[in-house]
């Protein structure tokens, strides 16, 4: 089974994501954090033109570990959340060939096991088919103050809040893959709802998917 969580910055994909699937016995498979670590990759060796990235594409070996992500054998799971990483995933993540070579993964490691998937275009363009999909939304000033706790960074909140807002128009605009609400998907807005509280609705969900009340 295949459960699909979109949403922008700061919704709560994927502290919820991580919750649910532990909880229903599925493997977490956190998207993001694969964009991320591509663009730590090309970073690192200062590559912004997609033209000279496909090479490096062809030969990369993309691993999920406990936390985060394996890349060609380097473990990245704590520059991944970094304010370098935000101001830049954005730009890396709207390139095509970056985001076929990502849902190509990610559609593979679906086909496999039963997953919990959370990103920005899982319902809509990796598993337009899953048989849940969510999609969760919060008010921008409660995403920013949650991004900011997460750092521990309450002082830059007002920073904080222009770089969630910049996102939302960078990630609902581009050309590919932009971030909009899948068809049938289930919306959550979770400003003022506990992260208890959110899985609680999934799980529900999911009980009346595999488990439907006969008539």
Same mark, same amino acid.
């Given at each position: 089974?295949?459960?699909?969580? #979109?949403?922008?910055?700061?919704?709560? *994909?994927?502290?919820?994501? *991580?919750?649910?699937?532990?909880? @229903?016995?599925?493997?977490?498979?956190?998207?993001?954090?694969?964009?991320?670590?591509?663009?730590?990759?090309?970073?690192?060796?200062?590559?912004?033109?997609?033209?000279?990235?496909?090479?490096?594409?062809? !030969?990369?070996?993309?691993?999920?570990?406990?936390?985060?992500?394996?890349?060609?054998?380097?473990?990245l799971?704590?520059?991944? +959340?970094?304010? +370098?990483?935000?101001?830049?995933?954005?730009?890396?993540?709207?390139?095509?060939?970056? =985001?076929?070579?990502?849902?190509?993964?990610?559609?593979?490691?679906? =086909?496999?096991? #039963?997953?919990?998937?959370?990103? &920005?275009?899982?319902?809509?363009?990796?598993?337009?088919?899953?048989?849940? *999909?969510?999609?969760?939304?919060? !008010?921008?000033?409660?995403?920013?103050? &949650?991004?900011? @706790?997460?750092?521990?960074?309450? #002082?830059?909140?007002?920073?904080?809040l222009?770089?969630?807002?910049? +996102? #939302?128009? @960078?990630?609902?605009? &581009?050309?590919?893959?932009?971030?909009?609400?899948?068809?049938?998907?289930?919306?959550?807005?979770?400003?003022?709802?506990?992260?208890?509280?959110?899985?609680?609705v999934?799980? !529900?969900?999911?009980?009346?998917?595999?488990?439907?009340?006969?008539?």
């Amino acid at each position: 089974m295949k459960i699909a969580i #979109d949403g922008p910055a700061g919704s709560g *994909k994927s502290t919820v994501a *991580k919750r649910l699937a532990h909880e @229903l016995g599925y493997q977490y498979i956190d998207t993001g954090a694969m964009y991320r670590a591509l663009t730590a990759y090309f970073l690192d060796k200062a590559i912004t033109e997609e033209s000279a990235m496909t090479t490096h594409l062809s !030969d990369m070996r993309l691993a999920i570990i406990p936390g985060g992500i394996n890349l060609n054998g380097r473990e990245l799971t704590h520059q991944l +959340r970094t304010e +370098r990483i935000d101001e830049h995933v954005s730009y890396y993540s709207s390139l095509k060939s970056l =985001r076929d070579w990502a849902v190509a993964r990610q559609r593979e490691i679906g =086909r496999r096991m #039963d997953v919990v998937m959370d990103g &920005r275009d899982i319902g809509t363009v990796v598993y337009p088919d899953a048989e849940l *999909k969510f999609y969760l939304e919060a !008010d921008p000033k409660e995403r920013a103050k &949650r991004r900011a @706790l997460e750092r521990g960074e309450m #002082d830059h909140l007002p920073e904080i809040l222009l770089d969630i807002l910049r +996102r #939302d128009q @960078l990630d609902s605009s &581009r050309t590919h893959s932009p971030l909009k609400q899948a068809e049938g998907a289930i919306v959550i807005d979770t400003t003022d709802l506990s992260i208890e509280q959110v899985v609680e609705v999934m799980k !529900d969900h999911w009980h009346e998917t595999v488990s439907p009340t006969s008539l």
